[in-house]
């Protein structure tokens, strides 16, 4: 079979599975296509409506699939700027080269974040994402997640590992939790600003991207239990150091040294000797502004992680004496045995550069001019060319820069990441460099190269190699898809015992200078078998080409042995352990005993360096679950919606994309072990009688042939129940094109899984609406008896405090009674007492006024207004006569002397006021009866209480008043 019937029939194959009814795939029959049909006829067939190509969310519902149709759709979707397309396993992204501020929002975070089914919405970054961190929680096991984003120089992977740090640092980092609120902030915080700083002193702008990564970063994102973010570490590969001292054309240096001297306040200018209008010679394309020049948002990030002030301004001052280093030139000396001379112009640099790395003038002038010979014990003294001069200057650079980031990396590590008790699981971000192909090619291309290679070698290796293999191992019927394996341009680059590492590595251990010519006679006699190498014989210059999976590129010969050794003269770094500088003293001390453990033959290479360090990197990703982000670049000039079909193809093809659709469409990219399965779905298959509490087998049998069984069992039963649906028309080819069962694994499509999340979903909503109803009943229940008794206690104790007050007052009532008939009875005796003769005084009485009556007094014959005089406890009524003479002129002796003991009649100024003289005793009585005219007449009080105690100065009003009437 052709590798176009074989597309043919897989395309078929899923396109009879590719409707939808209630989101789930079903079968739908259709003739078989006739066998004069050809794949241009399906591709055009399918090309005709182009207008709903955009539709396509998923490169597997394309059919057939081939380059064009991929191609189509993903140009389709650009123009109506749709940027994210699904490709099975792996996510396509293409760059807008334009901000869109609305799609990466935080309320499209939220919304991804909280949707029960993300894979539903629109494809997105955040889906891949969001997948990644509810495999964290796991629904088995948890398990450490990696997200691979590959893809060219400026394609846009830095954005898209930018965004994913943002999402986890938004979505993991939301505690309810008041007390961890200000530690979770902080880590956020600190998490998102260890990106400016990573990008301000690792990335550049280069032909490719304004952007460019120069170095490779792993950063892990440190999970606790609770999966909330705790903490991070960056792991960084290979920084390209030679582009401190020499940048390709038109393109820059490090992004820090263009935002230092456009960002400079007048102040640090001068701290830094730096004016205005200074050019130097290793900032080439100053005049060029990129959206990463911004110092303050630099500044602002290395405040958030904790570098005080005076650490920020030693890292600026080594960062300005490499400046100033830079425009350090040195002539030719005539004599051999004399050292160069510096140009007139460089000497104030060189003073610069000295005062600014806080080194000795005069000692950084002769490191840079001599060097230093050993002879067995003896040190000679050699001056050095004026080539040599240069090279050291540049290698003095390189080696203080990749010192100092090395430092910073250290520093971020130390202020982000988390003790090792305190998180359990991480999701790590890988953001590399993109494959490169310039016009002229060195070791760091090389090396980047080689990068790229693994990672596609990781994702040929993991998904589409160990998936069919897996496939077969577990008995499934499968064709296996072709695809291009790249292990052959590893074995070239890296294997053993002959590649072209291992022959730089030798080349470098020897003791002499390097050859071009000679190392190129030698790769072709020792790598002559492999097919992923060839050489020009007609070029000037010695190179080699490599074929990489995405293309050949051709890398110089000259100068590679010497990148390779990184030599760093001793004498130049005795120099910077002598620096006045606490930090670059620190760096270079710390360094020391590294370089004692490093001399001779024995020294670490380059290539061997990143070798090793790429390699642990691969062991992480192998032990974690892979998520990949393909980035593609439209079009070479970085334009805004600028879509080239040559660059993009190159690309596809060169990723493997067409065969990663191919497998993904026809395959089953979930596969869970039986007993994980039965764990999750067993209750699917026992939901009827769900009471009972117990699994069918049990599931901590190791017998897989059981397992196996009830599995089958299982997914019967759930496929059964979805054919009672009246809208689902299922035929007997479904168990066999949705799920499938192994050996050990159940090997399930998309659909089935969303199939067996929703009866899940459903039995667990029963069960849940059960114990809510119970739950519910047993609180109001609860609620009734405590409301009765409640309402019994309560009238307990009102019926207790009525009784009580009642009891109360009825004592009270007694009390108020008893002493009202005391006071009534000692009144009555009292009156009687006073009155004992009252029979005979009541002789000849005449009546008495009605008005006069009421108010308790007697009206003389010759006074019209009488005189009241008020006592305790009676009362005394006299009327005023025109003068005491007459009106006490009475007969008898007796009568005269009765009236003076009970009155006391003082005259003041004309008035009378007439008063009792017991008056001070509370009482007035009259004990002797006055014979004659005086009569005395007893009248009750109508008054029932009293209402104060007797006082010596206040009136009273007592019970009985007696009245007083005189009678001449």
């Known amino acids: 079979m052709s ?61 057939p699939v081939t380059p064009t149709t991929v191609l189509k759709c993903l140009q389709a979707r650009y123009s109506a700027k749709v940027f994210y397309t699904h490709a099975g396993c792996t996510l396509v992204a293409l760059n807008p080269f334009q901000p869109i501020p609305d799609l990466y929002s935080l309320d499209v975070m939220k919304e991804y974040h909280c949707a029960p089914q993300p894979q539903e919405f629109k494809p997105h970054i955040f889906i891949v994402a969001e ?128 935002q230092m001297t456009k960002g400079a306040t007048d102040e640090q200018r001068k701290e830094w000797k730096m004016s205005r209008g200074q050019s130097f010679a290793w900032l080439p394309n100053s005049e060029k502004t990129v959206e990463e020049d911004c110092f303050q948002e630099t500044i602002e990030a290395m405040v958030h992680l904790g570098i005080n002030a005076e650490r920020q301004r030693q890292i600026f001052r080594i ?47 002769t490191c840079l001019r001599v060097r230093m010979l050993k002879a067995g014990k003896q040190s000679v003294l050699k001056p050095c060319s004026q080539a040599e001069c240069s090279v050291r200057r540049d290698c003095l650079a390189k080696v203080i820069y990749a010192q100092l980031f090395e430092w910073l990396v250290t520093f971020i590590n130390n202020s982000i990441c988390a003790e090792e008790s305190t998180w359990c699981n991480f999701i790590g971000v890988l953001d590399v460099y993109g494959f490169e192909c310039f016009h002229i090619n060195n070791l760091e291309q090389l090396c980047i190269n080689y990068a790229n290679e693994k990672l596609q070698q990781h994702f040929v290796a993991h998904y589409l190699r160990a998936q069919q293999e897996e496939y077969v191992s577990e008995g499934l019927q499968w064709s296996f898809v072709k695809y291009q394996d790249n292990q052959s341009c590893l074995d070239l680059i890296e294997g053993s015992p002959v590649s072209v590492f291992s022959l730089l590595n030798e080349e470098s251990r020897l003791n002499r200078a390097s050859d071009a010519k000679t190392l190129r006679i ?98 992480i990703l192998h032990t974690t679950t892979p998520h990949y982000t393909r980035c593609i670049k439209p079009n070479p000039d970085c334009k805004p919606m600028t879509f080239k079909k040559e660059e993009v193809i190159m690309q596809l093809e060169a990723c493997g994309i067409v065969e990663t659709i191919h497998i993904s469409a026809a395959g089953f990219p979930i596969r869970i072990p039986f007993k994980g399965f039965m764990q999750r779905y067993g209750l699917i298959a026992k939901y009827s009688d769900f009471k009972s509490g117990s699994l069918p087998v049990d599931v901590e049998d190791d017998g897989n042939e059981i397992l ?45 899984l969303d199939l067996l999340e929703g009866q899940r ?97 007697v009206q003389l014959s010759n006074i019209q207004e009488p005189v009241t005089v008020r006592g305790w406890p009676m009362g005394l009524a006299l009327a005023s006569a025109p003068s005491i003479t007459v009106s006490l002129t009475a007969t008898g002796f007796q009568k005269m002397m009765s009236v003076m003991a009970s009155l006391n009649l003082p005259s003041r100024k004309g008035e009378y006021k007439v008063e009792t003289n017991q008056y001070t005793q509370g009482l007035a009585s009259i004990r002797a009866q006055p014979k004659g005219s005086v009569k005395l007449h007893c009248q009750r009080s109508p008054l029932l209480y009293a209402d104060r105690q007797p006082g010596k100065k206040c009136d009273v009003t007592g019970f009985n008043e007696i009245l007083l009437e005189k009678t001449l």
């Not at 120089?153 to 993991?172: D, E, F, I, N, P």
């Not at 705790?230 to 390209?240: D, K």
């Not at 059964?720 to 168990?735: A, F, G, M, Q, V």
Request: glycine residues 4%; positive net charge.
């Open 3 to 63: 590798s176009a019937d074989h597309r043919r029939n897989v395309g078929a194959a899923y396109k009879n599975g590719g409707g939808k009814v209630r989101g789930f795939v079903q079968k739908v029959h259709s003739p078989p296509p006739s066998l004069n049909d050809s794949l241009e006829g399906e591709i055009q067939a399918f090309l005709i409506d182009e207008d709903q190509l955009h539709t396509y969310d998923d490169l597997t519902k394309v059919n």
């Open 131 to 258: 997948e990644a961190y509810r495999n964290v929680r796991g629904q088995l096991v948890p398990v450490n997640q990696s997200l691979v984003v590959s893809g060219e120089s400026g394609a846009g992977k830095t954005w898209t590992s930018r965004c994913l740090m943002k999402y986890y640092a938004t979505v993991a980092a939301s505690s309810s939790v008041v007390k961890n609120q200000d530690t979770v902030e902080r880590i956020e915080r600190r998490v998102l600003d260890s990106n400016p700083i990573m990008e301000a002193f690792g990335n550049a702008c280069t032909l490719r991207n304004n952007n460019s990564s120069r170095f490779g970063k792993y950063i892990q994102l440190q999970l606790d239990r609770c999966q909330l973010l705790v903490g991070a570490s960056v792991q960084t590969y290979l920084l390209e150091k030679t582009r401190v001292a020499c940048q390709p054309a038109n393109e820059r240096n490090f992004h820090i040294f263009y």
């Open 319 to 365: 960062l300005a004496g490499i400046l100033q280093l830079g425009n350090v030139n040195f002539s030719s000396s005539s004599d051999e045995s004399q050292t160069c001379d510096l140009e007139e112009l460089s000497k104030d640099f060189l003073q610069r550069a000295a005062e600014l790395l806080c080194v000795p003038a005069e000692e950084l002038r």
């Open 522 to 619: 030698r790769m072709e006699k020792e790598l002559c078998n492999n097919s992923n190498i060839s050489w020009d014989k007609f070029s000037k210059e010695p190179h080699f080409t490599v074929a990489h999976y995405a293309g050949k590129v051709s890398y110089r010969i000259q100068g590679i042995v010497e990148k390779n050794k990184d030599p760093v003269p001793p004498e130049l770094i005795n120099l910077l352990q002598k620096s006045d500088n606490p930090l670059l003293h620190q760096i270079f001390t710390d360094k020391e005993a590294d370089n004692t453990t490093s001399k001779g033959l024995s020294k670490v290479t380059v290539v061997s360096k990143f070798k090793n360090s790429l390699e642990s990197l691969m062991k």
């Open 708 to 752: 196996r069984q009830e599995v089958e069992k299982l997914l019967h039963a759930v496929l059964r129940h979805e054919t009672t649906d009246p809208l689902c028309n299922l035929d007997s080819e479904k168990h066999n094109s949705w799920v499938h069962c192994g050996r050990t694994k159940v090997f399930l499509t998309q659909s089935m």
């Open 761 to 857: 979903k459903m039995i667990l909503s029963q069960c849940a609406f059960t114990i809510q109803c119970c739950w519910l009943r047993y609180q109001c229940r609860r609620r009734n008896v405590r409301r009765q008794s409640a309402t019994l206690i309560q009238a307990a104790v009102r019926s207790w405090l009525v009784r009580k007050e009642v009891h109360r007052w009825n004592r009270a009532a007694s009390l108020i009674q008893g002493t009202w008939r005391k006071w009534r009875a000692l009144l009555k005796a009292l009156a009687e007492a006073e009155l004992d003769d009252v029979k005979d005084l009541q002789e000849d009485v005449p009546a008495l006024n009605p008005v006069i009556r009421e108010r308790g007094s």
